[in-house]
Nanobody
């Protein structure tokens, strides 16, 4: 059973930063693409970023480009989402998801239905 755990969420002021972590147990992340998604109250789940397993290519939704950075540390079996210049509209529950051997085009689509394993989420609140 694949097990993912997100951490690092919290309350931050606009313009601040947070780093989310997605840690895996029961499997090695090396062969999995990892996506970050978010869901705000009353809204659909939205793809935020994805990183491939093959070459570490990264993809972002337009609203977070140049502010968020996804990275992976296979030695620590962890994927990170560095979030800078946070805005109130970034407030949501953030989820990481894993899918084995995802092609880059599928990763870039940031589509939730493609990913088979999910964490429980971590709340990010951006407010003054």
């Amino acid at each position: 059973q694949l097990h993912l755990v997100e951490s690092g969420g919290g309350l931050v002021q606009p313009g601040g930063s947070l780093r989310l972590s997605c840690s895996a147990s029961g499997f090695t992340l090396d062969y999995y693409a990892i996506g970050w998604f978010r869901q705000a109250p009353g809204k659909e789940r939205e793809g935020v970023s994805c990183i491939t397993s093959s070459d570490g290519s990264t993809y972002y939704t337009d609203s977070v480009k140049d502010r968020f950075t996804i990275s992976r540390d296979n030695a620590k079996n962890t994927v990170y989402l560095q979030m800078n210049s946070l805005k109130p509209e970034d407030t949501a529950v953030y989820y990481c998801a894993a899918q084995r051997q995802l092609e880059w085009a599928e990763c870039a689509r940031l589509a939730a239905y493609i990913f088979g394993s999910w964490g429980q989420g971590t709340q990010v609140t951006v407010s003054s």
